[in-house]
């Protein structure tokens, strides 16, 4: 399993870390982390048991190609994918890729799967399933967030069952990002997936049954490769819409732990005795502002409005402590993160009045897009206040998940500004064609210039570390100058298990991986 660096870096996505080099050769173990937190140790390893879990959002059977956050607790226990990269070490290793070769242009790659999988059925995994798959998530009906990197596949045959080959129309070092957000699906069971009655993977559970709105069982493979790693019996995921109702039920041993709970809750149940809080993924929250919309359609304008922002408020009292105030949208271990450049919007309501002033905009009111969840209801008031008091009247428009989605896809939030979230758990590479706010084209906020456009180009294109270093310098430099979508904060999944509760780990994106989970009593 020995590894050589000949070049790159790392949705997503979002949750999407940083993929810190191309590796061009083998690895043969799945590249979760233990999900982090504090306190509350779990007991010790014991097989069997139900694990019973809640979430805010119910799952979507047909959206596993799709990033979904209804998926979050069953996607990898049911499916897996090519390769995960450690949230750590930026690293990908081996899951169903048994080994690849990436060119040294990156513009290929062969790979060779492992000779042991099977999915639920029974039916054995093989190259012409990884190439369906691929298929689908390359094809825009299919609305999957990294179709943008499938896209740049120009090639793909099979080699006999278990070896591929991939050829690219450009460099496209950020692949793994492309891998680790793809589960792999079975051609002959797929359509059948969007019912919810056959969900057909390669994991360590298998799809028993969705009620929807109501909950998900799994069971235990028991003829998985290594089924002796998974300890639990069975895993069941309950719908609970109301996240203070998480909280009620974990209070009282309803369930074990808890998917969707306000981040303030998460960390003073955290602290209690018997809970822990876990960690994982991460997202960038930018104000992100429409520039064909005035006062907006000013630099200078969009400029003040960061300014005006008090970030680390919104660090304490929304998050509890557990974000970081930045101006940029890539996690601090991303190649080319500058902790200057992530500082340049420090709050200067002082600074941000007399630029507003310089621009003769006073009293200016306009609506703000947010999602109608309690963490962006609680960062828009601050923002809300903040900007009131530089002379700025800004009014809600709060939005179901589906309606905020609907909007985005169409491109239209029909609103000046709009408090976003995004997944930053991809490479910049990765983000810059992925993240709706960020493109170069078709910008949710209609921002195009030839600058930027160069500057994505760059970014996507970069292969050496250098390179990446320098594109990602450059990008960060034109992207706070411009203004129209920079983060208040980034900040971690927050979730909290009992002490119960050992073995959750997560992947880079935030994806809660139960597949070696145990209960000690």
């Known amino acids: 399993m020995s590894q050589t660096e000949p070049a790159r870096q790392r949705r997503l996505t979002a949750g999407a870390a940083v993929v810190a080099a191309l590796f ?24 069997g048991g139900t694990l019973v879990v809640a979430q805010t959002s119910d799952v979507d059977p047909g959206g596993f ?54 999915f639920h059925s029974g039916r054995k995994l093989t190259a012409n399933d990884v190439i369906f798959t691929l298929k689908k998530v390359r094809d825009p009906a299919t609305g999957a967030a990294n179709q943008p990197i499938a896209a740049q596949i120009s090639a793909m045959k099979a080699q006999g069952d278990h070896e591929l080959t991939l050829t690219f ?23 059948d997936n969007a019912a919810g009655k056959v969900v057909d993977g390669t994991g360590r559970f298998a799809w028993k049954s969705w009620t929807p709105g109501g909950k998900v069982e799994l069971t235990k493979y028991a003829k998985y490769r290594d089924a002796r790693k998974t300890h639990l019996d069975k895993i069941e995921i309950n719908i609970i819409n109301d996240p203070t109702a998480i909280v009620s039920a974990i209070r009282s041993g309803r369930i074990q732990y808890g998917v969707g709970i306000p981040a303030l809750d998460a960390r003073s149940l955290s602290k ?78 002082d600074k941000a009045r007399k630029m507003l002033d310089q621009a003769g905009v006073k009293g200016a009111s306009f609506d703000v897009v947010a999602l ?17 008091a530089v002379g700025l009247n800004a009014k809600p428009v709060l939005l179901s998940a589906t309606e905020y989605d609907e909007r985005i896809a169409k491109r239209n939030m029909g609103t000046p500004a709009v408090l976003m979230m995004n997944s930053n758990a991809l490479s910049p590479a990765s983000q810059v064609v992925g993240r709706p706010e960020l493109l170069a084209s078709d910008n949710l906020l209609k ?24 594109a990602v310098h450059h990008y960060n430099e034109y992207f706070l100058d411009q203004a129209f979508a920079v983060p208040l904060i980034t900040r971690p999944t927050m979730t909290v298990r009992t002490e119960s509760v050992g073995g959750i780990t997560a992947t880079r994106t935030g994806y809660l991986d139960l597949g070696e989970a145990w209960l000690s009593k």
């Open 65 to 118: 190609l799709k990033t979904s956050f209804g998926n979050l607790l069953s996607e990898y226990q049911v499916f897996e994918t090519l390769t995960l990269i450690g949230p750590k070490t930026g690293k990908p290793a081996g899951v169903l890729a048994k080994s690849w070769q990436l060119a040294p242009d990156a513009k290929s790659i062969d790979i060779t799967l492992r000779d042991d999988v099977t």
């Open 272 to 349: 209690q005795p018997g809970y822990a809080l876990v960690t994982s993924g991460g997202s960038a929250i930018p104000l992100a502002l429409d520039v064909t919309k005035a006062p907006f359609d000013d630099k200078a304008v969009r400029q003040a409005v960061q300014y005006a922002i008090d970030r680390d408020r919104i660090v304490q009292q929304v998050e509890g402590g557990q974000a970081q105030a930045t101006d940029l949208p890539w996690r601090t271990s991303t190649v080319g993160y500058d902790d200057a450049q992530a500082k340049h919007y420090t709050y200067q309501p």
């Open 24 to 47: 061009t050769s083998a690895a043969c173990s799945a590249a979760t982390q233990p999900a982090g937190g504090n306190s509350a140790a779990a007991g010790p390893v014991r097989d």
């Open 447 to 470: 921002f195009r210039s030839p600058e930027y456009t160069k500057a994505v180009q760059n970014v996507t294109g970069a292969t050496s570390t250098d390179a990446q270093k320098a």
């Open 169 to 191: 129309s450009k460099p496209t070092p950020n692949v793994f990002d492309l891998f680790e957000t793809m589960p792999i699906v079975n051609p002959t069971t797929y359509a």
């Open 372 to 388: 109608n969840t309690p963490e962006a209801t609680a960062i828009f008031q601050i923002v809300k206040n903040n900007l009131a």
